[in-house]
């Protein structure tokens, strides 16, 4: 998270490495959220080393909105020469398909900076639509509800899925 381009698109504050791992403890130990971290299979599949392969990551914050069980949804890839491969459209719809599978998800949110075209854009073609506009932090909430017609489209979406229903 060096990059000042990176924290601004995903609303990122700098932190120290000893910052970085409570974080991730802190994460690993609360019931209210899921991550995965996306690697790149190409590097992993020459590679095999995991931290080097490691691109970004995924994210679900859980709620209980409007009687659905409703996820807040991020998604990261902090590597550049990653962006614009359609790593984060993969990892982001197994995560969402994940989601509905294994968690039981009906209703997912995004918040996007406004100025993060590409995400807002790639919200925009998974069937998000956007909810409310918040100014004073330049920011956008795109929501989108689970329906059978929408989880055939994702799977249609990933080259390769196992999903057990």
């Not at 690697?39 to 080393?49: A, N, R, W």
């Not at 807040?72 to 990653?82: D, Q, R």
């Not at 398909?97 to 995004?110: D, M």
């Amino acid at each position: 998270m060096l990059s000042e381009d990176l924290r601004n698109l995903t609303a990122s504050e700098p932190l120290s490495l000893e910052e970085e791992y409570i974080m991730q403890q802190t994460w690993h130990l609360d019931e209210n959220k899921c991550t995965f971290i996306i690697l790149d299979k190409e590097i992993y599949s020459q590679t095999k080393d995991e931290i080097g392969a490691m691109i970004g990551d995924t994210n679900f914050f859980f709620s209980n909105e409007n009687e659905a069980f409703s996820a807040e949804a991020e998604i990261m890839i902090a590597e550049v020469a990653s962006q614009g491969k359609k790593r984060g459209w993969e990892a982001m719809l197994h995560m969402i398909l994940y989601g509905i599978v294994f968690i039981h998800i009906k209703h997912f949110v995004v918040k996007i900076g406004e100025s993060n075209s590409k995400s807002i854009n790639m919200f925009l073609k998974m069937g998000f639509v956007t909810t409310k506009t918040v100014d004073v932090f330049n920011e956008i909430t795109m929501e989108r509800d689970v329906d059978s017609n929408w989880i055939e489209w994702i799977k249609c979406q990933l080259p390769i899925h196992e999903v057990l229903n």
